[in-house]
């Protein structure tokens, strides 16, 4: 355990201590001594972002439920926390036991952000655990990472141990049940790393070498030693109503991104969208049904007393019993005042009944994502959803009260013309227009609309993986072009920082030789790169200077269809000549149909589930 003084004395001067001293409602200590393995959960953002991921709150309850192992989370430390740390030499530790990181077993990791991988590094440093995995000894204790990054982990292959490529909540018992063996047979770290990587889902980079072309692009990648596999394939929870869920969360003290429930109704995605790479890798659907999802609900509110309930997917509207699920949850819940939300609305699905329901309780804002601003365009990208939908979806809110609407968009996508961009502008202003052509008696509340562009990032595993990005200068000509052009008060205009998404386009799409750049970029001082009061992106473009990497190679340049991939030895189910189909169909605007209308042949039921998704 940290020195309590020295710790006491850091809290006094820092602006959000409660982000440190854990003892949270169903928060779970145990007693070190008394346990077999310990197994740190390190989320490499500040608190009030790890608190709101849903597989934090699994992994935590599921390893907690064995007797033999503590699961204690670990966050980064803001800057302010960091420096009163370096000042009383107290290391990186964990908030139930205030255990020094490099103590434990296990550091997990969780990926959900490229931009955060120099707080990987420096919580390591912070921790005075080995960066760079090579030069970890026998004692030291094993560096994973799991989580959507995790399916081009080579950007990080030299700092990681091993990786996890798909669904936790089974290999992560597996892995446990092989270190129980290992502490019992004293054997060596690298044997235990040679049987982890017989594991399915596993991924130990140093049992791999890489050549390279004289291009610079990747020859071959192939194992080192016998027991590791030259693909590897994702794990998949097949059946989500018996697999591990939570009835407990912990509560933080502290208001957090999401301060409510989390009620995941379903994994994957049908609508087979071009641009997106969640609904690839999380192919296929499998669905919670009503019945599990009510008797989660009900432990869930007991156990936290939180009073909105989130149904989570990627796309909760095409949940077939959706209108089931929230009819009963609201009828049973809506005297307490406990309220159900959709995180995002898709404008085809769009459900007036259900949300009629969701309104009882309480109204929030909508927030809907055409992404692009033509119907060109959302053909292209294969969104599968029209003008009309848009015109359909906001009239109806309009006329049930909303006057707050969000509406999501990508700039830089495949084949963009200027009419495209203003097109954004074009849809912003159409929702103006339906609520000012209302009756003046029916308008409630003031009219806010704001449309949010992102940069578009080519991500591994989709139909546009082969596409270079557009530059920065590109960008911001496009999202000036939007600016000048956006003038009514009632329309409100925000943007995401081209060079942040230069660099997330860079470690989303790179090889292994990133990690030095990693490692530069940290030395000279990159931290909470995804934070724009800390982001330096000169120090970055410093760093791929010092360490001779060009980071147009990743960014920018389109790949040829037969290029080795950096990310190619993993297995997500979907044959790469799918994918190769669908940038083609993307070139010619057509639109594939969305999979619960018919198969198209993508691969998943035939590798992963042995029939129908």
Same mark, same amino acid.
């Given at each position: 355990?940290?020195?309590?003084?020295?710790?006491?004395?850091?809290?006094?001067?820092?602006?959000? +201590?409660?982000?440190?001293?854990?003892?949270? /409602?169903?928060? @779970?200590?145990?007693?070190?001594?008394?346990?077999?393995?310990? *197994? %740190?959960?390190?989320?490499?953002?500040?608190?009030?972002?790890?608190?709101?991921?849903?597989?934090?709150?699994?992994?935590?309850?599921?390893?907690?439920?064995?007797?033999?192992?503590?699961?204690?989370?670990?966050?980064? +430390?803001?800057?302010?926390?960091?420096?009163?740390?370096?000042?009383?030499?107290?290391?990186?530790?964990?908030?139930?036991?205030?255990?020094?990181?490099?103590?434990?077993?296990?550091?997990?990791?969780?990926?959900?952000?490229?931009?955060?991988?120099?707080?990987?590094?420096?919580?390591?440093?912070?921790? =005075?655990?080995?960066? #760079?995995?090579?030069?970890?000894?026998?004692?030291?204790?094993?560096?994973?990472?799991?989580?959507?990054?995790?399916?081009?982990?080579?950007?990080?292959?030299?700092?990681?141990?091993?990786?996890?490529?798909?669904?936790?909540?089974?290999?992560?018992?597996?892995?446990?049940?092989?270190?129980?063996?290992?502490?019992?047979?004293?054997?060596?770290?690298?044997?235990?790393?040679?049987?982890?990587?017989?594991?399915?889902?596993?991924?130990? +980079?140093?049992?791999?070498?890489?050549?390279? /072309?004289?291009?610079?692009?990747?020859?071959?990648?192939? +194992?080192?030693?016998?027991?590791?596999?030259?693909?590897? /394939?994702?794990?998949?929870?097949?059946?989500?109503?018996?697999?591990?869920? $939570?009835?407990?969360?912990?509560?933080?003290?502290?208001?957090?991104?999401?301060?409510?429930? $989390?009620?995941?109704?379903?994994?994957?995605?049908?609508?087979?969208?071009?641009?997106?790479?969640?609904?690839?890798?999380?192919?296929?659907?499998?669905?919670?049904?009503?019945?599990?999802?009510?008797?989660? %609900?009900?432990?869930?509110?007991?156990?936290?007393?939180?009073? =909105?309930?989130?149904?989570?997917?990627?796309?909760?509207?095409?949940?077939?019993?959706?209108?089931?699920?929230?009819?009963?949850?609201?009828?049973?819940?809506?005297?307490?005042?406990?309220?159900?939300?959709?995180?995002?609305?898709?404008?085809?699905?769009?459900?007036?009944?259900?949300?009629?329901?969701?309104?009882?309780?309480?109204?929030?804002?909508?927030?809907?994502?055409?992404? %692009?601003?033509?119907?060109?365009?959302?053909?292209?990208?294969?969104?599968?959803?029209? !003008?009309?939908?848009?015109?359909?979806?906001?009239?109806?809110?309009?006329?049930?009260?909303?006057?707050?609407?969000?509406?999501?968009?990508?700039?830089?996508?495949?084949?963009?013309?200027?009419?495209? @961009?203003?097109?954004?502008?074009?849809?912003?202003?159409?929702?103006?227009?339906?609520?000012?052509?209302? $009756?003046?008696?029916?308008?409630?509340?003031?009219?806010?609309?704001? #449309?949010? %562009?992102?940069? *578009?990032?080519?991500?591994?595993?989709?139909?546009?993986?082969?596409?270079?990005?557009?530059?920065?200068?590109?960008?911001? !000509?496009?999202?000036?072009?939007?600016?000048?052009?956006?003038?009514?008060?009632?329309?409100?205009?925000?943007?995401?920082?081209?060079?942040?998404?230069? #660099?997330?386009?860079?470690?989303?799409?790179?090889?292994?030789?990133?990690?030095?750049?990693?490692?530069?970029?940290?030395?000279?001082?990159?931290?909470?790169?995804?934070?724009?009061?800390?982001?330096?992106?000169?120090?970055?473009?410093?760093?791929?200077?010092?360490?001779?990497?060009?980071?147009? *190679?990743?960014?920018?340049?389109?790949?040829?269809?037969?290029?080795?991939?950096?990310?190619?030895?993993?297995?997500?189910?979907?044959?790469?000549?799918?994918?190769?189909?669908?940038?083609?169909?993307?070139?010619?605007?057509? #639109?594939?149909?969305?999979?619960?209308?018919?198969?198209?042949?993508?691969?998943?039921?035939?590798?992963?589930?042995?029939?129908?998704?």
């Amino acid at each position: 355990m940290i020195d309590i003084d020295k710790f006491d004395r850091a809290l006094k001067r820092v602006e959000k +201590p409660a982000r440190y001293i854990g003892m949270e /409602k169903n928060s @779970i200590k145990k007693d070190l001594d008394k346990v077999k393995i310990k *197994f %740190a959960f390190a989320f490499p953002d500040i608190y009030e972002v790890g608190m709101s991921h849903l597989g934090l709150h699994i992994l935590y309850n599921l390893l907690n439920n064995e007797e033999d192992i503590a699961c204690e989370r670990v966050f980064a +430390p803001w800057i302010d926390m960091e420096e009163q740390m370096i000042e009383e030499e107290l290391p990186l530790f964990t908030l139930e036991n205030k255990e020094p990181i490099k103590y434990f077993d296990f550091i997990g990791f969780t990926l959900q952000y490229e931009m955060s991988y120099t707080n990987i590094i420096n919580m390591l440093y912070l921790g =005075d655990v080995q960066i #760079l995995s090579k030069n970890r000894k026998e004692t030291d204790p094993f560096v994973i990472a799991g989580g959507p990054c995790a399916y081009n982990p080579e950007p990080i292959a030299d700092i990681i141990d091993f990786f996890v490529i798909g669904d936790g909540e089974e290999v992560i018992l597996e892995i446990m049940n092989k270190y129980r063996k290992f502490t019992e047979s004293n054997s060596s770290r690298l044997n235990f790393l040679k049987e982890v990587s017989k594991i399915e889902g596993v991924y130990v +980079p140093q049992f791999y070498r890489i050549d390279y /072309k004289e291009d610079d692009t990747i020859d071959k990648m192939n +194992p080192i030693v016998e027991e590791a596999s030259k693909v590897i /394939k994702k794990r998949m929870v097949i059946n989500l109503d018996k697999s591990y869920y $939570p009835d407990r969360l912990v509560v933080p003290y502290i208001e957090t991104v999401h301060d409510r429930i $989390p009620l995941e109704i379903f994994r994957g995605c049908t609508r087979g969208c071009r641009f997106c790479q969640a609904g690839m890798i999380y192919r296929p659907v499998r669905e919670k049904s009503v019945n599990t999802l009510l008797n989660m %609900a009900d432990e869930l509110i007991k156990n936290t007393g939180y009073d =909105d309930i989130s149904l989570t997917s990627l796309s909760s509207c095409d949940y077939s019993e959706l209108q089931s699920l929230v009819l009963q949850l609201i009828s049973k819940y809506e005297k307490e005042q406990v309220g159900v939300s959709l995180p995002s609305l898709r404008l085809d699905s769009f459900s007036l009944d259900v949300l009629k329901e969701i309104e009882k309780v309480r109204k929030t804002g909508l927030t809907f994502a055409p992404e %692009a601003g033509t119907q060109r365009l959302r053909d292209i990208i294969n969104k599968g959803v029209t !003008e009309e939908d848009l015109t359909t979806a906001v009239s109806y809110a309009f006329s049930e009260g909303w006057s707050t609407i969000k509406l999501y968009f990508m700039i830089g996508l495949p084949t963009e013309t200027e009419e495209d @961009i203003l097109g954004i502008r074009d849809l912003g202003y159409k929702v103006k227009d339906i609520f000012f052509s209302m $009756p003046k008696e029916k308008r409630k509340g003031n009219l806010k609309v704001t #449309l949010s %562009a992102s940069c *578009f990032i080519p991500k591994p595993f989709t139909p546009f993986q082969w596409i270079g990005q557009n530059s920065m200068n590109e960008f911001n !000509e496009k999202i000036y072009l939007l600016k000048n052009n956006i003038r009514d008060k009632k329309v409100t205009f925000n943007y995401h920082d081209s060079k942040l998404s230069y #660099l997330e386009a860079i470690l989303a799409r790179g090889d292994r030789r990133l990690s030095k750049v990693l490692i530069k970029a940290w030395e000279i001082g990159c931290k909470f790169d995804g934070w724009s009061e800390t982001f330096d992106f000169d120090k970055w473009m410093r760093a791929f200077k010092e360490e001779g990497i060009d980071g147009d *190679f990743y960014a920018l340049r389109n790949r040829e269809l037969d290029e080795v991939l950096p990310w190619d030895f993993i297995d997500i189910g979907i044959n790469k000549e799918y994918l190769i189909e669908e940038f083609k169909k993307a070139t010619e605007e057509e #639109l594939t149909r969305d999979c619960r209308l018919g198969c198209n042949n993508c691969g998943i039921n035939k590798s992963f589930t042995g029939g129908v998704c």
